[in-house]
Each structure stands twice: as structure tokens, then as C-alpha cells.
């Protein structure tokens, strides 16, 4: 008697095999979508907390301009530093032409 092959057993109905084949793509986009997801909003939240340090940055900086750029630092460094006094009725000529 003649033993029957593997393959005569096992019928394989195409529409179904392309099914599976589609389903087993689509996880593996889904899959993929969802990591490149996450690995995104990870770098989000890295340039979030970048931007939120630069903004500290900037107003420590402006902060700092205004003291430095004050009028009554600069009166105090220009009499200091530079010997600089303000100028009296008789000091103060006027030239007419």
C-alpha cells in the first residue's frame, strides 16, 4: 500500500494564507508605529525640558542686564571708574551762533 505525502493532507486555501500574511504585516507595522511613537515623545519631552532650562536662562540673563544697564549703576560707575561728575550752572556753557 502506498503511504500518502505530507502535502495531500494539508490543503492550503490561498485567500487564507494572504489573510494571515496581511494580519501578521499589519502587527508588525502597529508594532513598529507604536516603538517610533514612544521613542518620539521621549525626545519631546528631552527638548521640552532643553527649552524649559534656556528659559530660566534668559530671564536670569535679562535680569541680570537690567542691574547691570540701571541708570543708577551706570551714574555710580561712571563717578567711580571714570571720575565723572555732573556738571554744574557755572561749568555749563551755551553757544549761540
Given at each position: 500500500?502506498k503511504?500518502?505525502?505530507?502535502?495531500?493532507?494539508?490543503?492550503?486555501?490561498?485567500?487564507?494564507?494572504?489573510?494571515?500574511?496581511?494580519?501578521?504585516?499589519?502587527?508588525?507595522?502597529?508594532?513598529?508605529?507604536?516603538?517610533?511613537?514612544?521613542?518620539?515623545?521621549?525626545?519631546?519631552?528631552?527638548?521640552?525640558?532643553?527649552?524649559?532650562?534656556?528659559?530660566?536662562?534668559?530671564?536670569?540673563?535679562?535680569?541680570?542686564?537690567?542691574?547691570?544697564?540701571?541708570?543708577?549703576?551706570?551714574?555710580?560707575?561712571?563717578?567711580?571708574?571714570?571720575?565723572?561728575?555732573?556738571?554744574?550752572?557755572?561749568?555749563?556753557?551755551v553757544?549761540?551762533?
Amino acid at each position: 500500500m502506498k503511504m500518502p505525502a505530507l502535502f495531500e493532507y494539508a490543503r492550503i486555501d490561498m485567500p487564507v494564507l494572504f489573510m494571515v500574511l496581511a494580519v501578521l504585516a499589519s502587527a508588525i507595522a502597529v508594532i513598529y508605529t507604536k516603538h517610533s511613537g514612544r521613542g518620539q515623545f521621549v525626545e519631546v519631552q528631552h527638548l521640552e525640558q532643553q527649552r524649559d532650562k534656556l528659559n530660566e536662562e534668559w530671564g536670569r540673563l535679562l535680569l541680570e542686564q537690567s542691574t547691570w544697564a540701571g541708570p543708577g549703576r551706570v551714574e555710580q560707575q561712571a563717578r567711580v571708574r571714570l571720575k565723572m561728575i555732573v556738571p554744574t550752572a557755572e561749568m555749563t556753557v551755551v553757544i549761540r551762533p
